[in-house]
RNA sequence: GGCCUCGUAGUACAAUGGAUAGUAUGUAGGUUUCCGGAGCCUAAGAUGCAGGUUCGAUUCCUGCCGAGGCCA
């Protein structure tokens, strides 16, 4: 048992003998002692006034009293107000650090018997990824780590939209116009190739809806159709859906090339393989330079049909119902929420037919206990109806799926358009957070010994480490701006900041070689700052359990850079291989060595690389 | 129109209902004969507005204003 736990014990005993009452330990607020005052920790005693029917001083005096007899960890404590203040012994931090913060596994929980389910990513087989996908992908990929730490077993998954009209028009551009060019012939990056046909498409199309908007058809559409306070220009912007659905040749061959997939045609579905194959290929790329995989892939084209049982078994148990043109919906007015469309008229599947039974699915496939799905917060109703129906449906594992909603990703100047052309590219955002911190190290004239290999290495590690706490450091459900200048900072609040603080310490002990450590036991004079770095790493296995909980890797990245900031504080003040005692260096190595060993595992779990120098 | 999320220094981010609201960047200044200066130190600078609950509100509740989103 720990020394929190041991206070909040103590707490309620107190609370018993001195007051009769009952309290449960999460009643307690237990904080981190404010600097300006003496102590560890801070118990606030007002809430107890009501059942002690004293003054907070007093009550903090009989408790602090109390709290000194019965808890051996402790050694003094003072009181403010209704404020506790305790005192830690320095010989339970000194153990603490020596027994417990240096082991290898300190960080990572036990288990906890129960096995989750990590979707993300989740992109559309048309076009490349992109900065918005990065969010995703770094928040599901954290996550992941996190939730092992915090002892789950983890299975991450994302399932693949490679079917619907979206790639068909890749690929009906692509036959129409491509000539035979392949991503070999061309040279470019094949999910960027596909992409480019696609771009192609919106281009042919848009050009064949002008052409159309200035002849008789179109001027007549506007005509009759036009609302009265519309211009020329908003009518077409607004109908171009239906143009597209209705009047365009493009249109119509993209549509029949969707009938013809979903027939099964040969010819068809080979394209198809060929051109998502390209995308695959690119994708994978993309993921490995981020560092990130997937247990298992799902795809679309194997679930888009899924769920029609489960909407059929719902009905005879009453939990759908059907409507006069044979649609099937859900009433979920009682839980504040909607009628949802689950099966169309003409017994087709909508979105949330695919989710209900893909959710089986998994379960069925893994067994999981609990699923979170990394999706952007404009799908928040989508969830909260899924979840909802799952419940109804009497899903095991329903009141364990978790919307992880992030908000969107903004630019400087605005929204991310794909029309605009303002779509951040994730393949070239690496490239240039990498050039980035290549640029910056020849800059230093830093790495100048090293191989041509190793440096680009660690400016791989450098740039990434920039941009992934860049955009890790903010709490998902926040909207966020993503300014590339400051994503390539590497000073301040940086991935490489935290950076640093590791290769610093692993410079010392470098230096340190094998240095004697056993005498770090007799170190009997503790420096506050020391005590203050202690007391925060102390924290590390508490903060993942939260952040697991909390499902916010953005926890860890700030508890990451309060270390390293702290660490780099305590360098600056203090000498570590010249400190004034053998005691002390043994000591100061040990205390650097757990530092290091926690950010590096802290960092890990955003996805982070620590270099051995920058 | 209904519902959801978010409003904190110039900018970007923190703060389980707790003490004098923390950090970064930018700005102004300082810091290296010594373990790595991608560092350290100093200064100025903020809770959208109005109520309510509470011993105590950035946090919870209500209304308004603003930004974004979802549903027709």
Not at 95 to 106: H, K, P, S, V
Not at 184 to 212: A, M, N, P, R, T
Not at 574 to 592: H, K, P, V
């Amino acid at each position: 048992m720990n020394v929190i736990e041991r206070i909040q014990e103590g707490v309620v005993e107190a609370v018993k003998a001195l007051y009769d009452a009952d309290i449960t330990p999460d009643q307690i607020t237990i904080n981190n002692t404010r600097k300006e005052f003496e102590g560890d920790y801070t118990v606030v005693v007002f809430p107890f006034t009501r059942a002690a029917r004293k003054k907070p001083e007093q009550i903090g005096e009989e408790m602090g009293n109390f709290l000194l007899e019965e808890v051996d960890e402790l050694v003094g404590f003072n009181v403010i107000k209704g404020f506790l203040n305790l005192v830690v012994s320095d010989a339970y931090w000194r153990r603490f650090l020596l027994e417990t913060a240096t082991g290898d596994t300190f960080g990572q929980s036990a288990p906890k018997a129960e096995k989750v389910m990590v979707e993300f990513s989740s992109p559309n087989t048309n076009k490349p990824l992109h900065l918005g996908h990065i969010r995703n992908i770094l928040l599901g990929w954290s996550t992941a780590q996190i939730l092992e730490a915090a002892g789950y077993e983890v299975v991450k998954v994302q399932i693949v939209n490679d079917r619907g009209i979206a790639i068909c028009k890749s690929m009906l551009a692509w036959e129409k116009f491509g000539e035979g060019e392949t991503p070999k012939s061309s040279g470019i990056k094949s999910d960027h190739f596909v992409g480019k046909y696609y771009v192609l498409f919106e281009q042919k199309f848009q050009e064949e809806y002008k052409s159309w908007q200035a002849s008789p058809a179109g001027l007549a559409a506007y005509t009759d159709k036009a609302e009265e306070s519309q211009d020329e220009l908003a009518f077409f912007k607004a109908f171009k859906n239906t143009y597209f659905n209705e009047y365009s040749a493009l249109g119509q061959e993209a549509k029949a090339m969707l009938l013809k997939w979903e027939e099964g045609d040969t010819e068809t579905v080979n394209l198809w393989k060929k051109m998502n194959q390209w995308v695959y290929d690119g994708f994978a790329d993309t993921y490995e330079n981020l560092g990130v995989s997937f247990d298992k892939l799902y795809y679309e084209s194997d679930t888009y049909l899924l769920g029609k049982d489960i909407i059929v078994k719902g009905l005879e148990d009453g939990i759908f119902y059907r409507k006069e043109d044979q649609s099937v919906w859900i009433d979920l007015e009682d839980a504040k929420l909607d009628h949802k469309l689950v099966l169309r008229s003409d017994g087709t599947s909508v979105y949330m037919t695919q989710d209900i039974g893909t959710a089986q699915l998994r379960y069925d496939d893994y067994g999981v206990d609990r699923m979170v799905y990394v999706v952007a917060d404009e799908q928040d109703y989508h969830f909260k109806v899924l979840f909802e129906i799952m419940k109804r449906l009497g899903a095991p594992y329903a009141d364990k799926m978790f919307h992880l909603s992030y908000g969107m990703v903004d630019l400087p100047s605005g929204k991310m358009k794909s029309r605009e052309g303002t779509v951040v590219d994730a393949d070239d955002l690496m490239a240039e957070v990498i050039a980035e911190a290549k640029a910056m190290a020849e800059e230093r004239g830093n790495l100048a010994e090293l191989s041509e290999e190793e440096r680009q290495a660690i400016n791989r590690q450098i740039g990434l480490a920039a941009l992934k706490f860049f955009i890790i450091k903010v709490q998902p459900r926040k909207r966020m701006t993503f300014d590339p200048k400051e994503s390539v900072d590497m000073q301040g609040q940086t991935g490489p900041y935290v950076q640093n603080a590791y290769v610093r310490i692993r410079s010392v002990l470098r230096k340190a070689g094998a240095a004697d450590t056993s005498r770090a036991a007799d170190y009997n004079t503790l420096e506050t700052a020391e005590k203050d770095l202690i007391a925060q790493l102390f924290a590390f296995p508490a903060i993942i359990e939260e952040a697991a909980e909390q499902l916010d890797p953005s926890a860890i990245a700030n508890y990451c850079f309060d270390l390293a900031k702290a660490y780099h504080r305590f360098y600056h003040d203090y000498s570590i291989l010249r400190a004034d005692t053998s005691e002390a260096i043994a000591f100061r190595i040990q205390l650097s060595t757990a530092i290091a060993q926690v950010l590096k595992k802290g960092m890990e779990l955003l996805g982070i690389e620590m270099p051995e120098q920058m």
